[in-house]
Nanobody, 126 residues
Framework: VQLQASGGGLVQAGGSLRVSCVASGRTLSEYYMGWFRQAPGKEREFVASISRSGTRTYYADSVKGRFTISRDNAKNTVYLQMDSLKPEDTAVYYC????????????????????WGQGTLVTVSS
């Protein structure tokens, strides 16, 4: 599957932004999806993930209550709604997919994902 992320930009602290990830080549419903981010000089970190049906979601503690992951399998698209943004949310945001299955339906390691989008830059000014 090929992934294309978009929607990044510059936003003031406290603002909102929604990034999207469109999948092509395969049906999105076959994949568990995740969002990761990488700030300058830091390792890529887990942000949020969503089960194939969209009924189960999981968030990093740093974004819980502020970010919402969702998916529209009919549109082959995954979204990350980001509210109450903080300067420390500044990073390149990547969507990723995996065909792995876990009973917990929680996959947070970059090693568990095998396809990645190109990333979209989110900059939050103070």
């Amino acid at each position: 599957v090929q992934l294309q992320a978009s929607g990044g930009g510059l936003v003031q602290a406290g603002g909102s932004l929604r990034v999207s990830c469109v999948a092509s080549g395969r049906t999105l419903s076959e994949y568990y999806m995740g969002w990761f981010r990488q700030a300058p000089g830091k390792e890529r970190e887990f942000v949020a993930s969503i089960s194939r049906s969209g009924t189960r979601t999981y968030y990093a503690d740093s974004v819980k209550g502020r970010f919402t992951i969702s998916r529209d399998n009919a549109k082959n698209t995954v979204y990350l709604q980001m509210d109450s943004l903080k300067p420390e949310d500044t990073a390149v945001y990547y969507c990723a997919s995996t065909r792995l299955r876990r009973a917990s339906e929680v996959l947070v390691s970059t090693l568990e994902y095998d396809s990645w989008g190109q990333g979209t830059l989110v900059t939050v000014s103070s």
